[in-house]
Nanobody, 124 residues
Framework: QVQLVESGGGLVQAGGSLRLSCAAS????????MAWFRQAPGKGREFVAA????????IYPSSVKGRFTISRDNTKNTVYLQMNSLKPEDTAVYYC?????????????????WGQGTQVTVSS
């Protein structure tokens, strides 16, 4: 089992930045891919970013590419999401996800472990 705890959400003005963190605990000695998803009210869960176990590969959808950066520190069992140039449409609950694989995955159903989510609100 892997437990995930997100932090760093909050209220920010459009154009601002936030950095989310996700700390993993439990069976963190096995390789696992990590990702961020988000869910706005009345919408489905949307893929935001994913990173390979080694950190050597990342992937983003076009909606956030160039503005968001995912990174990880395996010595701290933590993954980060740096969000710059935030827009009101980025407003959502952001979830951290992990699963035991070395490859990069982008579909929510492929992830086994989930955090409780952290709210990000971008005002216009």
């Amino acid at each position: 089992q892997v437990q995930l705890v997100e932090s760093g959400g909050g209220l920010v003005q459009a154009g601002g930045s936030l950095r989310l963190s996700c700390a993993a605990s439990g069976r963190t000695f096995t390789p696992y891919a990590m990702a961020w998803f988000r869910q706005a009210p009345g919408k489905g869960r949307e893929f935001v970013a994913a990173i390979r176990w080694s950190g050597s590969s990342t992937i983003y959808p076009s909606s956030v590419k160039g503005r968001f950066t995912i990174s990880r520190d395996n010595t701290k069992n933590t993954v980060y999401l740096q969000m710059n140039s935030l827009k009101p449409e980025d407003t959502a609950v952001y979830y951290c996800a992990a699963t035991n694989t070395i490859v990069v995955l982008t579909t929510a159903s492929e992830y086994r472990y989930w955090g409780q989510g952290t709210q990000v609100t971008v005002s216009s």
